[in-house]
């Protein structure tokens, strides 16, 4: 791991642990996943990513962990066992902050309550539940291994086993739904009284068994979904929802602190087959294979798939990209301060869009998207990109 450098300033940090095991492939599931419960393989990369956790350590002092996330996949199904030992061996590696929020992704059919109390007294203190839909019907559809009876029963056990942050995951546009149904969907789930709630509009990606058929799966059209979205953020609302990005709304100021480094530019560390990292000015990827990445470690060979050094440039595209996704989104005399660039042309497409009704100028000075404006912010984003490019940097302060 030549790319990690000492430094000297304490730096909080956020930990990824993905796990690529699931019960069963969600029909239109892109993320790095086998559906599979080889004790072998499973025991193979426990090995691995302990082995790569305590090298890493090693090489990055200085730095102050706020953030533990383990997410796949579904760690759940892997099992406490694992997740403790993996946990143990992050904290006597790295400097692990007494607050830190650990989160662990969970599915309601792989829930327990031992593995739920055994994790508890770990110090995870965060679950993310994918529920994602309240019809059986649906569920099954989507290849779900799971029920809305399970996801229900699983929110009373993480209760009773103590923890006080719960997410709950749930997706819209699905085959056949209607805007009602989504609606009435978010009015049952919200009986559940999670503290976040994260809602993705389901994308057909390539490779997936839903890409093959989407033709015949009645998906609903870009106009419903649409009105899904905003439907969505005026229900939330009206559920004491904060909604602090695109999709992700929280109660009572418990945002995902791990997902928040990734839209405002923290640094991360990924560990376990496809995990991305973005350390000491470099971002990288590992290797999209869990078989690749258990040798890797063992004969300390190659893991990463792919290194890129961000120049300054880039770095201000991507302050615009992400930033714009969430609510605090960006201040002139931020990018100013950061890039030196100038914020003038920006401000232009920005006003634009004020008058649209799709950006906000906060009285901090911050200039966000509205939720019309979220729906619409990749053209958005690519107008200030343009403008971002034909920029000269500015000379001083
Ligand atoms: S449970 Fe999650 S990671 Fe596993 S296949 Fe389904 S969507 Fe993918």
Redesign the pocket.
């Known amino acids: 791991m030549p790319i990690l450098t000492k430094r000297q300033n304490k730096t909080p940090l956020g930990l990824y642990i993905h796990v690529p095991f ?1 019960r069963s ?2 029909q239109y ?1 892109d ?1 790095y ?1 086998l559906a599979c419960k080889e004790d072998k393989l499973m025991d193979g990369y426990l090995e691995a990513v302990c082995d790569h956790v305590k090298e890493t350590g090693a090489l990055a002092p200085g730095y102050k962990v706020d953030t533990i996330y383990f997410g ?3 760690p759940s199904f892997f099992g406490a066992d694992g997740m403790a030992t993996i946990l143990t061996t992050i904290r006597r590696n790295f400097d692990v902050d007494n607050n830190a929020e650990i989160t662990f992704e969970a ?1 309601p059919d792989s829930i327990s309550d031992k593995l739920l109390h055994r994790l508890r007294a770990e110090g995870f203190n965060r679950v993310s539940l ?1 529920i994602q839909s309240d019809d059986d019907e649906m569920l099954k559809k989507l290849g ?1 291994p799971h029920t809305f009876a399970q996801a229900a029963t699983a929110v009373q056990r993480i209760r009773k086993a103590g923890y006080k942050n719960l997410s709950l995951d749930l997706m819209y546009g699905l085959p056949g739904q209607t805007l009602r149904a989504w609606q009435d969907t978010l009015e049952h789930v919200l009986t559940l009284n999670p503290e976040h709630i994260s809602c993705y509009g389901l994308k057909v990606e390539e490779g997936t068994p839903l890409y093959d058929y989407q033709d015949y799966a009645k998906l609903p059209d870009d106009d419903t979904q649409a009105d899904m979205y905003l439907a969505m953020i005026e229900i939330l609302k009206g559920h004491g929802f904060r909604q602090y990005e695109i999709s992700n709304f929280a109660r009572k100021g418990l945002y995902s602190k791990h997902n928040m480094k990734y839209w405002t530019g923290g640094e991360y560390l990924g560990f376990g087959p496809s995990a991305s990292s973005d350390f000491a000015g470099k971002r990288f990827t590992l290797c999209r294979s869990v078989h690749d990445y258990i040798n890797g470690i063992k004969k300390k060979g190659q893991i990463i798939d792919e290194v890129q050094e961000i120049p300054p440039r880039e770095r201000a595209g991507e302050y615009l990209m992400l930033r714009l996704r969430t609510f605090s989104g960006i201040n002139a005399e931020d990018y100013e301060r950061n890039f030196l660039l100038p914020f003038a042309p920006l401000e232009d497409i920005l006003e634009h869009n004020r008058n649209l009704g799709y950006a906000v100028l906060t009285e901090d000075n911050r200039w966000h998207l509205t939720p019309k404006g979220f729906l619409i912010s990749n053209s958005i984003i690519s107008d200030l990109l343009v403008a971002q490019d034909k920029s000269e940097p500015l000379k001083r302060l």
């Open positions: 699931c492939k969600c599931c993320f996943s796949g996949g579904t599915n994918g779900r």
